[in-house]
């Protein structure tokens, strides 16, 4: 993971998010880029004839702000140790994050901003997905892997293996059903393994769900990261009925979310 793309604003989470992902940087000598954005979309108004109106005014005070945000950003990471730059976009979020993804190796962002779903379905890379004020620390001390079986559960167990180096405590998770498929859990293991990572087998008994029961567990043994595919069910299906991706990231209390579709 060296590198580590980070959602740039002036919320609430954007102290956890850079310190994030200066650690990552430092722990794998990696560089940071901090991508402000302003959507020119939001500018854009469209009338009952399909017109589309400019507020032109609005979006010049909007991008000087931002043009402003991006040399702050600048000037506080100059002071630091870990090699950086600071990109703008006037894409839609989504967008701007999803194309300067294409050659990161992790996605850094804020649970709260709405956005780790759908920029796991877009992303080329894993999404770290933060509450807005927990960072996360390296070397980690305990770490849960959802395991169902499927694909994405896959990919985002081989994408959290920088991650998991020195980890103290780490646990593979399996939600006991009627019928399991895919990737066995003892084939997890066994990949952890042989990238020097000792990992722990936990099947559990579901409750009242299967995100619940997840969720209970990960509360319980304290864990610093949540790993897990993202969206296993399609999207259409976890909106309406729900689902463990969705669960998860409206969870804001949770711990750090590490997703990959």
Do not use: W
């Amino acid at each position: 993971m060296r590198s580590i793309l980070v959602q740039g604003g002036r919320d609430a989470g954007m102290g956890a998010r850079l310190d994030t992902a200066m650690d990552l940087a430092r722990a794998h000598d990696g560089h940071v880029t901090v991508l402000v954005d302003t959507p020119v979309d939001k500018y854009v108004t469209v009338d009952p004839y399909g017109g589309a109106i400019l507020a032109r005014e609005a979006l010049e005070t909007a991008l000087k702000e931002d043009d402003a945000l991006a040399a702050a950003f600048g000037d506080r990471l100059a002071r630091d140790d870990v090699p950086f730059d600071v990109a703008q976009s006037e894409l839609p979020q989504i967008d701007a994050l999803a194309r300067c993804s294409e050659l990161a190796d992790l996605v850094v962002v804020s649970r709260s901003s709405g956005l780790a779903g759908d920029l796991a379905l877009n992303a080329s890379c894993p999404v770290l997905a933060l509450p807005d004020d927990v960072s996360l620390k390296l070397p980690l001390d305990r770490v849960c892997i959802a395991l169902d079986g499927g694909t994405e559960a896959a990919r985002a167990l081989k994408a959290a293996v920088p991650l998991l180096a020195g980890a103290s405590d780490v646990r593979v998770l399996t939600v006991a059903v009627e019928k399991p498929q895919g990737l066995p859990p003892t084939d997890a293991l066994r990949y952890l393994a042989r990238h020097g990572i000792k990992a722990e087998l936990t099947e559990l008994v579901c409750g009242n769900s299967v995100e619940e029961t997840l969720a209970s567990e990960v509360q319980r043994i304290e864990a610093q990261l949540v790993v897990m595919g993202a969206y296993s069910h399609s999207r259409l299906r976890e909106f309406l009925f729900g689902g463990v991706t969705r669960f998860f990231l409206d969870e804001l209390t949770a711990p750090p979310l590490l997703i990959t579709h």
